[in-house]
Structures are given as C-alpha cells and as structure tokens.
C-alpha cells in the first residue's frame, strides 16, 4: 500500500481503485513542489500495483488543480541561487514526463474528476488521463498566455489530439474558459454531473474500468496510441496481433462462459 510522505497528496485504494487527491485546497491544489513530487512517486507505485485496477485522480476543496504555483514562480525568480539552465530543464522534463507522461504511458485505464477548476498544468495533467468528468460547475482553461507562458506537460500535443488541432489553438491562444457543457461539447470531457452527484458518479466509472478485463484495456490503449501514427492496414495487423493475445487469457474465458451462462462476468485482470 503506497502511504504518502505528504498531507498534499492523499491515496485511498477502495475496491481496486486508486483515488488520488490532490490536496492543496488553499491554494486550489496548484503544484508545489511537495505535491509534484509525491505524485511522481504515487503514479510510478500504482502503475506496477497488482491492487490497482485503475487511477481517480481529482482534488480537494472544489477545485481539481490550478496549474503551477504562481506565488512560487515569484520566490525563484527573485531567488539569487538560482540553478543553471541545464539543470532547471533537466529537473523540469523529469517532471513533466513522470506526471503527464507517465500516466498516458500508464497501461491501466485513468480517470480525471474534475471537482472545479483545471487550469494550465492541471488542464494538462487531466488531459493525460483517458477519461474526464466533471461537476456541472466546474471549468478549463490553459491560462498559460495569462501569465506569459508557453505550456507544459505536452498541453498542446494532448490538446490536439482530444479537440481538434483548430480547437487546439484557439484555447491555447487564448487561454478562454471553457464550461463544463461546452466542455462535454467538444470532448474535452466525456461525462458532466451535477455537484452532489460528482462524487459518486466519478467514482463509479472508475470503478467499472478497474473490474473490467484490465489485459484487454491495455491493449485497446497500445490501439488507441497508435491510431495516429500508422496506417490503417498496420493497424489491422496490430490489432489482429493483439486480439489472439487476448484471446488467450482467463479474462476472456470468463466473459465467454458467463455470456453462454446469462450471467455478469468476473474479471481477475489476467
């Protein structure tokens, strides 16, 4: 069971789901460097975790993530040890790609909860996610070009993908917000919940991807990767090659037998 070293950062593992909290209500859970760190390790224990069937990320206090620490961004500027620019991009690509990278690289399946919020960074971040719910208030942003900065995380690769590129740019330009309808509209995210339903209803996608055929998923998710990046008679190929791997698993036994028996199946994630 992974215990967190820090109160930013909350992990509860509840039926094979792993619900990670972003906890920084204060500040509307912005990254400090406390919390990043703790969520690099987070995501690189519950990626190998046999008890994890999928990932809940959200946060605390109605907001999901506000991006970067911008009161923090102030202190290093004025700081005067600051370290070198090698340093500081070696630092910085090691975190971006052990949160957002590592968790679209991430063969289990991910669900963002978007309580509020999800600005810059934490837009980001829930983009990494395969799916996104949100609470009927809350909203999205890039907000990068607000305070003078060009993106992080791989936003405009994730963005890209998920709307469009001509979307893409419009939200990265402007940096407008986007509700939760409009939001569902565009496929930012794929299910809005009313506040006092968001809890339980994000709770309950996840829990249904962590019960399903977890060798399968993987596999859809290498389908998925890929769709942009081959051809379709490749793909054919891929998926075919894949397809005969899963047919070889007990999970596939079982859906086969509890489809001729009438009845739910259990899958085991093997």
Same mark, same amino acid.
């Given at each position: 069971?992974?215990?967190?070293?820090?109160?930013? *950062?909350?992990?509860?593992?509840?039926?094979?789901?792993?619900?990670?909290?972003?906890?920084?209500?204060?500040?509307?859970?912005?990254?400090?460097?406390? *919390?990043?760190?703790?969520?690099?390790?987070?995501?690189?224990?519950?990626?190998?975790?046999?008890?994890?069937?999928?990932?809940?990320?959200? +946060?605390?206090?109605?907001?999901?993530?506000?991006?970067?620490?911008?009161?923090?961004? +102030?202190?290093?500027?004025?700081?005067?040890?600051?370290?070198?620019?090698?340093?500081? /991009?070696?630092?910085?690509?090691?975190?971006?790609?052990?949160?957002?990278?590592?968790?679209?690289?991430?063969?289990?399946?991910?669900?963002?909860?978007?309580?509020?919020? %999800?600005?810059?960074? +934490?837009?980001?971040?829930?983009?990494?996610?395969?799916?996104?719910?949100?609470?009927?208030?809350?909203?999205?942003?890039?907000? =990068?070009?607000?305070? +003078?900065?060009?993106?992080?995380?791989?936003? %405009?690769?994730? *963005?890209?993908?998920?709307?469009?590129?001509?979307?893409?740019?419009?939200?990265?330009?402007?940096?407008?917000?986007?509700?939760?309808?409009? %939001?569902?509209?565009?496929?930012?995210?794929?299910?809005?919940?009313?506040?006092?339903?968001?809890?339980?209803?994000?709770?309950?996608?996840?829990?249904?991807?962590?019960?399903?055929?977890?060798?399968?998923?993987? =596999?859809?998710?290498?389908?998925?990767?890929?769709? /942009?990046?081959?051809?379709?008679?490749?793909?054919?190929?891929?998926?075919?090659?894949?397809?005969?791997?899963?047919?070889?698993?007990?999970?596939?036994?079982?859906?086969?037998?509890?489809?001729?028996?009438?009845?739910?199946?259990?899958?085991?994630?093997?």
């Amino acid at each position: 069971m992974f215990v967190s070293a820090t109160e930013q *950062l909350t992990v509860d593992v509840r039926d094979r789901v792993a619900i990670v909290t972003l906890n920084r209500p204060e500040a509307r859970n912005a990254l400090s460097n406390e *919390l990043t760190g703790e969520l690099r390790r987070a995501i690189a224990w519950l990626a190998d975790a046999q008890e994890v069937g999928c990932l809940l990320l959200t +946060g605390a206090g109605g907001a999901f993530c506000s991006g970067g620490d911008v009161k923090a961004m +102030g202190a290093r500027g004025n700081s005067q040890t600051r370290p070198t620019l090698e340093a500081q /991009f070696q630092e910085m690509r090691a975190r971006h790609h052990e949160v957002a990278g590592a968790i679209r690289a991430m063969r289990k399946p991910s669900v963002a909860a978007l309580p509020g919020a %999800a600005a810059g960074a +934490g837009m980001a971040i829930a983009l990494a996610c395969d799916l996104r719910i949100a609470s009927s208030n809350a909203f999205l942003t890039t907000a =990068y070009a607000r305070i +003078g900065l060009s993106g992080d995380y791989g936003i %405009a690769w994730l *963005l890209s993908r998920v709307v469009g590129p001509g979307r893409a740019r419009h939200l990265m330009l402007t940096a407008d917000r986007v509700d939760a309808a409009e %939001a569902l509209a565009m496929g930012l995210v794929s299910q809005v919940a009313q506040p006092d339903d968001f809890e339980l209803a994000s709770y309950e996608l996840a829990h249904g991807l962590a019960q399903g055929p977890l060798a399968a998923l993987a =596999y859809m998710k290498d389908n998925l990767d890929e769709a /942009f990046t081959c051809d379709h008679a490749t793909a054919i190929d891929q998926e075919a090659g894949r397809l005969l791997k899963t047919r070889s698993t007990a999970d596939h036994r079982e859906a086969v037998a509890a489809f001729a028996e009438k009845r739910k199946p259990v899958f085991l994630g093997n």
